[in-house]
């Protein structure tokens, strides 16, 4: 993969927010949402983006999009820099470059349609006629699964699951190459999960999709992503093929993610799960070395002083850590 041009270079990026007021000359404390992130995104990959809440994961979405200006490193997408696009640019940008909420309906404009939600991007596309957009927003319902007659119907009619579908059929309105799912599914009871995520699977395959999926639910990052990026507090500690990371992980967090995940066989009832103790600290004032060693089994003194860099330790797997 090494060899292919990526779709999306990510390189030093990071995310600081401001929070209180500076006194008496103190410098201003700021939240350390993304610290440091640097990975690539390959086109056809489903990446996967896990970690718990209040690890950087959605911040680090927006960043890509250029929702979100960084507070330094750069994100190239086909080789430009989009926080460097100037508003032509950017307009061109966003044709080829979506994002699905977690919950649509707060993304959405309450008196606006189904019809008008997902036609209103298409008038920056080759759709210049109203008939044309029309027999688009038909044909786009029937792709995610819904009917020309949902056109006519308000957010606030439709269920959580047909809601994400509109939401996905706004997104592809405009003919993207790549979509940043930010935890779709997770609002979704798991029966309507399963569709949604079987309908973003066919999706990728038809129209060639690229995925950035960011998710909690390592079970349906195993399903969806052929890639995955392990972020804890800011910083992305884990990186590799799907099956390498759930097979053989090699930070001390990852594992712990996994050993926490039940386990439906009956005959694996048994097995001791363990739950990973402790909070996540601040990102106001991140502890020094390895973030994870409050947290850690097998935090050793070296840990505490100095950060781990995130390196090889085997075919496309990186992993942040002084164990091995």
Request: aromatic share 6%; with cysteine.
């Amino acid at each position: 993969m090494s060899e292919i041009q990526p779709l999306m270079q990510i390189s030093g990026l990071k995310k600081y927010f401001p929070v209180g007021h500076a006194l008496w000359g103190a410098p201003r404390k700021v939240v350390h949402a993304v610290d440091d992130v640097s990975f690539d995104i390959y086109a056809g990959e489903t990446l996967g983006l896990v970690g718990e809440t209040g690890s950087g994961k959605s911040t680090l979405g927006r960043l890509v999009l250029n929702l979100v200006q960084p507070t330094a490193g750069t994100v190239r997408y086909r080789g430009d820099d989009i926080h460097a696009l100037d508003q032509r640019q950017l307009a061109r940008l966003r044709g080829r470059a979506q994002i699905v909420f977690q919950d649509p309906f707060s993304s959405f404009d309450p008196r606006m349609t189904v019809r008008a939600i997902i036609s209103e991007g298409m008038v920056h596309t080759e759709l210049r006629t109203r008939v044309a957009r029309e027999q688009q927003v038909r044909e786009l319902l029937r792709t995610v699964g819904l009917t020309a007659q949902h056109a006519d119907g308000y957010p606030h009619q439709f269920s959580g699951g047909q809601r994400q579908r509109i939401g996905i059929a706004r997104a592809l309105a405009v003919n993207p190459e790549f979509i940043v799912l930010d935890e779709p599914v997770s609002a979704l009871d798991v029966s309507v999960q399963s569709q949604i995520l079987n309908l973003l699977v066919d999706l990728r395959s038809e129209f060639g999709l690229t995925y950035l999926f960011i998710a909690h639910d390592l079970g349906v990052v195993r399903y969806l992503c052929t890639r995955v990026a392990v972020m804890y507090l800011g910083k992305v500690v884990e990186l590799a093929d799907s099956r390498a990371l759930f097979e053989r992980p090699r930070h001390p967090y990852t594992r712990e993610l996994l050993a926490a995940v039940p386990v439906a066989d009956p005959a694996r009832r048994n097995r001791p799960r363990r739950v990973l103790e402790g909070d996540i600290p601040s990102p106001i004032d991140p502890p020094p070395g390895c973030r994870f060693h409050t947290r850690c089994p097998h935090a050793m003194e070296v840990c505490r002083r100095v950060e781990p860099p995130l390196r090889e330790r085997g075919e496309r797997h990186l992993a942040a850590c002084h164990l091995e």
